[in-house]
C-alpha cells in the first residue's frame, strides 16, 4: 500500500472472524473493474454505471484514496483464508456534525450466501457508532433486492421511507427505500465484530 492509499485515521482496517476491512488500493485495480463491471454485483447499484475501463476503475479507487477528513471511504473486503478480495463496503454522506453517515455494500455472486456480509456489516456498524460516534447510520436500497433488505432488517435496521425516483440511470428512474438504525435501537449481542 502506497502512502496516498494508507488508510485514513478514521477509517482503519478492521478484521472480523473471516475477512478483514481495508482500504482500497492500487492493486485492487483488475478486482474493482471486474467487480463493478459485473451486471450481477451492479444490478442494484443504480447510482451509477457499471465500469467499463480500467482509467474507470482507477478514477473510483483514486476518489476514495484521495478523500479526507469526513468524505466517503470504501473498504476492500478481503477474505483471509485466501486474501482474496469479494466486495466492498463504507461510508457515505458523513455528517459528523449531524452524527449520521450512510452505509453502501457489495458483495461478487461467488460470496452470496455465506454469511460474509453480515459479519462485514456488524464490523462497520460497530466502527461507525464506537469510533465514528454516528447516532444514526442509513442505508438505500432498491426496493427490489429483497436480500440486502433482509440483511438490514436482521441487523435492526427500521423502514422509514420510499424515495420516489431517487435515482436515475438509462433514462429509468427507480425507487429506493430508506432504512436507519439508531444508536439505541442497536440490536444487544449483535454489535461485535
Keep these: 500500500m502506497t502512502a496516498e492509499h494508507a488508510a485514513r485515521p478514521e477509517f482503519p482496517a478492521l478484521e472480523t472472524e473471516r475477512l478483514l476491512l481495508r482500504s482500497l488500493e492500487g492493486g485492487d485495480l483488475p478486482f474493482v473493474l471486474s ?10 447499484l443504480l447510482d451509477s454505471p457499471p465500469l467499463r ?14 478523500r479526507e477528513g469526513h ?7 478481503v477474505r483471509r483464508a485466501d486474501d482474496t478480495a469479494i466486495g466492498t463496503c463504507g461510508f457515505h454522506c458523513w455528517e459528523p456534525q ?10 461478487s455472486p461467488a460470496a ?3 454469511g460474509y456480509m453480515t459479519e462485514v456489516l456488524r464490523a462497520a456498524i460497530t466502527h461507525g457508532f ?11 436500497v432498491y426496493g427490489e433486492n ?28 427507480y425507487d429506493h427505500e430508506l432504512y436507519a438504525l439508531l444508536q ?3 440490536p444487544s449481542g449483535r454489535n461485535g465484530s
Design 98 to 107: 449531524h452524527r449520521r453517515a450512510e452505509i453502501g455494500y457489495d458483495l
Design 53 to 66: 475501463s480500467e482509467n474507470e476503475a482507477r478514477e473510483l479507487i483514486e476518489f476514495y484514496a484521495t
Design 184 to 186: 439505541r435501537d442497536r
Design 130 to 140: 464506537e469510533r465514528l460516534e454516528l447516532n444514526r447510520i442509513e442505508a438505500l
Design 35 to 44: 467487480h463493478f463491471g459485473d451486471p450481477q454485483v451492479t444490478r442494484y
Design 71 to 77: 468524505g466517503p471511504n470504501r473498504w476492500c473486503i
Design 112 to 114: 452470496w450466501g455465506h
Design 146 to 173: 429483497r436480500r440486502s433488505i433482509k440483511l438490514l432488517e436482521r441487523l435492526g435496521f427500521r423502514a422509514e421511507a420510499t424515495l420516489r425516483d431517487d435515482f436515475e440511470r438509462d433514462g429509468e428512474a
